[in-house]
């Protein structure tokens, strides 16, 4: 990605939002699986294809045992980088020789900023709401509201100055953090 353009504040916003997310939930969910910008969540279909056929990967419905989807299927699906992602209830296979994980993340974070261009949140949008298990927070820079979907369900949204809770019962605070 070219950042060469993307003023030293936006990164700034940026890597506070995460870390400040990240922490809080690695200090609260210390039996859980999570990554910050750092694992790849692999989904079927194509990204430059017909989306209709994108999905997160289901590891309770991959269709096949799972040994077969571990030696001929898994390292070689496609992946997305989502900021932030934890798997706390929902279940998860990770790649024995890739870092790749399989499955629909309790919750997925995007933070959005001017290096995300307006096709690959519109991708990760889509592809993201392709998992009914999971609920997904988007965040700006620039603002204290979370915009909030489970699947394709609008979910009412937050603001950093109040904690922010998923309907699972995960909980954030970041008003340490809000504008």
């Not at 922490?23 to 859980?32: E, K, M, S, V």
Request: charged letters at 25%; a negative charge; proline letters at 2%.
């Amino acid at each position: 990605m070219d950042f060469s353009y993307m003023g030293v504040a936006t990164l700034e916003r940026h890597r506070v939002l995460s870390r400040a997310i990240y922490g809080d939930l690695l200090i609260n969910y210390t039996n859980a699986y999570i990554s910050k910008e750092d694992c790849n969540l692999v989904y079927t279909g194509e990204r430059y294809n017909d989306w209709n056929y994108l999905s997160l990967v289901d590891i309770e419905n991959v269709g096949i045992d799972m040994d077969t989807f571990v030696a001929d299927v898994f390292d070689h699906l496609y992946s997305v980088v989502p900021d932030i992602l934890i798997f706390h209830e929902n279940p998860y296979l990770i790649s024995n020789s890739t870092v790749k994980i399989a499955g629909n993340p309790d919750l997925i974070v995007e933070i959005w900023s001017k290096g995300n261009k307006k096709d690959e949140r519109a991708f990760k949008e889509y592809l993201y709401t392709t998992a009914a298990k999971t609920e997904v927070w988007y965040l700006t820079q620039n603002s204290n509201t979370v915009k909030r979907f489970k699947g394709k369900t609008k979910l009412k949204s937050l603001n950093l100055k109040n904690k922010l809770t998923t309907e699972n019962g995960l909980c954030v605070d970041l008003r340490n953090v809000a504008l």
